[in-house]
C-alpha cells in the first residue's frame, strides 16, 4: 500500500492549500483516513479524520472552522483543504490510513503512511 501527499508549498498568513493523498494498493475505501503534521522539533499531531464513507469527521481544536477534510472513494483520494493558514501551521503533513472505518485521532492506530508534503506558512 503506498499513500502519496501532494499540494503543499509556501503560502502567506490568511491564504489557502489544497493537500490531496492518493492510495495505491488494496486499501482505501473501506478505511479511515487522517492527516497529521509534524513541526520542526515537535511531535507529529493529528490534523483530520475521516470516516470510510465521509460520514464522520473529526478536527484537532487548532484546526477546526479553517480546515475540511473530504475523500472521493471512487478517485482513491483524501483531501485537506486549508483556509486561512496561520504561521503555526507550519510543518510536514501526513496522509495516513487506518485499519478501521471510523475514525482514529492517534497516530498509533493508523497502519498506513504517506512520505508527507511540507507546508510553510509565512507572516
Known amino acids: 500500500v503506498q499513500l502519496q501527499a501532494s499540494g503543499g508549498g509556501l503560502v502567506q498568513a490568511g491564504g489557502s492549500l489544497r493537500l490531496s493523498c492518493g492510495t495505491s494498493?488494496?486499501?482505501?475505501?473501506?478505511?479511515?483516513m487522517g492527516w497529521f503534521r509534524q513541526a520542526p522539533g515537535k511531535e507529529r499531531e493529528f490534523v483530520a479524520g475521516?470516516?470510510?464513507?465521509?460520514?464522520?469527521?473529526k478536527y484537532a481544536d487548532s484546526v477546526k472552522g479553517r480546515f475540511t477534510i473530504s475523500r472521493d472513494n471512487a478517485k482513491n483520494t483524501v483531501y485537506l483543504q486549508m483556509n486561512s493558514l496561520q504561521p503555526e501551521d507550519t510543518g510536514k503533513y501526513y496522509c495516513?490510513?487506518?485499519?478501521?472505518?471510523?475514525?482514529?485521532?492517534?497516530?498509533?492506530?493508523?497502519?498506513?503512511w504517506g512520505q508527507g508534503t511540507e507546508v510553510t506558512v509565512s507572516s
Open positions: 495516513a490510513g487506518a485499519r478501521v472505518s471510523l475514525v482514529p485521532t492517534t497516530t498509533p492506530d493508523y497502519t498506513y
Open positions: 494498493g488494496r486499501m482505501f475505501s473501506n478505511n479511515a
Open positions: 475521516i470516516s470510510w464513507n465521509g460520514s464522520s469527521t
